[in-house]
């Protein structure tokens, strides 16, 4: 059973450019969420969606943008990379929306390295 | 949004030692999970944990919601187990299911 997959594992950009990260969520999971990981500190949600919809959304700038997909996948855009954008970025699946609707453990991806020059 | 506080920050064990790491949270949580993360990056769940006790071989984890922590044991550790570990834990009462992480505890083992 696959697990979530990210790609690219690694890129490199400069200042300026934009950036297409992309996910595949575990099979049947229909909520997919995005985190970004400075070196040395903890992940920091970016955003969530379930259904195709937003359904939150972190202290990030307008520079950051999502999407996720009739099959569940999903995509974190960056605009106008900044030299602060280089991180890991992780993406997480898990089968609820919410954590009321029960047992709802986010499974995360390897993740994409982003080094902006 | 809630705060997570992980200690020690740094912890450095012979193999086969024990330790206790610890997750205080300023409000209550709910999808407690325990996370390790390997060298390369990638984020592996240990225990979803929003109370109780739970146990996968050597490694063990307690929570206390009441009282906002939860405790991540490690018995006769080994130099596989190096690496970062994290809690994290969703504000009750919000919408979604973001996780807010603490700031990890670094663990080295030596052989």
């Known amino acids: 059973d696959a697990g979530v997959t990210q790609s690219p594992t690694h890129l490199i950009k400069t200042r300026g450019q934009h950036v297409t990260l992309r996910c595949s969520p575990i099979s049947g999971h229909k909520s997919v969420s995005w985190y970004q990981q400075v070196l040395g500190q903890g992940p920091q949600f970016i955003f969530q969606?379930?259904?195709?919809?937003?359904?939150g959304r972190g202290n990030f700038p307008d520079r950051f943008s999502a999407r996720q997909f009739p099959n569940y996948s999903s995509e974190l855009n960056v605009n106008a990379l900044l030299l602060g954008d280089s991180a890991l970025y992780l993406c997480?699946?898990?089968?609820?929306?919410?954590?009321?609707?029960?047992?709802?453990?986010?499974?995360f991806g390897a993740g994409s390295r982003l080094t902006v020059l | 949004g809630i705060q997570v506080e992980q200690s020690p920050p740094d912890l450095i064990l012979q193999e086969g030692a024990n330790s206790t790491l610890r997750c205080n949270f300023s409000?209550?949580?709910?999808?407690l999970q325990w996370f390790h993360q390997n060298p390369w990056g990638q984020l592996i769940n240990l225990f979803y944990i929003p109370s109780g006790t739970k146990q996968n071989g050597r490694l063990s984890a307690t929570t206390v919601a009441t009282e906002r922590y939860s405790l991540l044991y490690i018995s006769s550790s080994q130099t596989t187990d190096s690496g970062v570990y994290f809690c994290a834990g969703h504000p009750s009462g919000g919408a979604g299911n973001m996780l807010t992480f603490g700031g990890g505890t670094r663990l080295m083992v030596k052989p």
């Open positions: 409000d209550s949580v709910n999808n």
């Open positions: 997480a699946s898990s089968f609820y929306r919410t954590s009321r609707s029960g047992a709802n453990v986010l499974t």
């Open positions: 969606y379930y259904e195709k919809e937003e359904r």
